[in-house]
């Protein structure tokens, strides 16, 4: 494996149905619990909630990148996500996202598509989510 930037470090005990997390620096520490959808209480977060608010936070810093070196604003964007839980079929289950992505500094639709198009190849999330799963893009009201 390469040279890191930056390593992340957490701690889960008891899993998503009645656990426990925390970062090792201290500044996250979540009750994890089923959603009510999934017959738990809601009463605390559940590990799609976090991938969606993670990646859209990674997607919004790829957009800021893109638009820079592109000498576009694009640090605005407010992005809305949804992780979907789906069942496979095989008894498993896989993740589907949908990032609903508002760029209100560009109003060009052309311009707006492509630099999500290119945040989609710069974001770690994406990358990592590149095949896996089915990502649908959003943008400014239009869908990709």
Do not use: W
């Amino acid at each position: 494996m390469t040279s890191a930037l930056y390593t992340a470090q957490a701690h889960v005990t008891g899993g998503r149905a009645d656990g426990h997390g925390r970062t090792a620096d201290g500044r996250l520490e979540v009750d994890l619990r089923q959603p009510k959808e999934l017959g738990g209480d809601g009463e605390g977060t559940n590990p799609e909630q976090l991938f969606a608010i993670g990646y859209a936070a990674c997607f919004a810093a790829s957009l800021a990148l893109v638009g820079q070196r592109k000498q576009v604003r694009a640090d605005d964007a407010a992005i809305d996500a949804k992780v979907m839980l789906i069942p496979a079929g095989n008894g498993g289950f896989k993740l589907g996202v949908e990032l609903e992505i508002g760029l209100p500094s560009i109003a060009d639709a052309t311009q707006a598509s492509d630099l999500v198009r290119v945040a989609h190849q710069v974001c770690p999330y994406s990358n990592a989510t590149r095949g896996n799963i089915d990502v649908a893009l959003v943008v400014n009201g239009t869908r990709l």
